[in-house]
Nanobody, 121 residues
């Protein structure tokens, strides 16, 4: 059983910063990628940023230059540093992990419980 524990959400004024963390624990052989998604009421969950095992990153256009995703491999932890936050960044942010349980095994996906980020204008 693999679990993701997220932290770091909260309320911040526009222009402020927050740092989200997501730690993975459990039976993990290798991690393919970790990432952050977000969702607002009535809308589909959207990708915010991902980082592969090799360190390659991908960002949604609207956060480029403001958000930075990073990983601490030894701790199976991914971070999302969010700067210059805007009210439109308000959402529930979900951590995502793609991993295998053994060499050559199936590639699983697991989600965190979500953390609320609210940016006031």
């Amino acid at each position: 059983q693999v679990q993701l524990v997220e932290s770091g959400g909260g309320l911040v004024q526009a222009g402020g910063s927050l740092r989200l963390s997501c730690a993975a624990s459990g039976s993990i052989f290798s991690i393919d990628a970790m990432g952050w998604y977000r969702q607002t009421p009535g809308k589909q969950r959207e990708l915010v940023a991902t980082i592969t095992s090799g360190g390659d990153t991908n960002y949604i256009e609207s956060v480029k230059g403001r958000f930075t995703i990073s990983r601490e491999n030894a701790k199976n932890t991914v971070y999302l540093q969010m700067n210059s936050l805007k009210p439109e960044d308000t959402a529930v942010y979900y951590c995502n992990l793609e991993y295998t349980r053994y060499s050559g095994g199936y590639h699983w996906t697991v989600w965190g419980q979500g953390t609320q980020v609210t940016v006031s204008s």
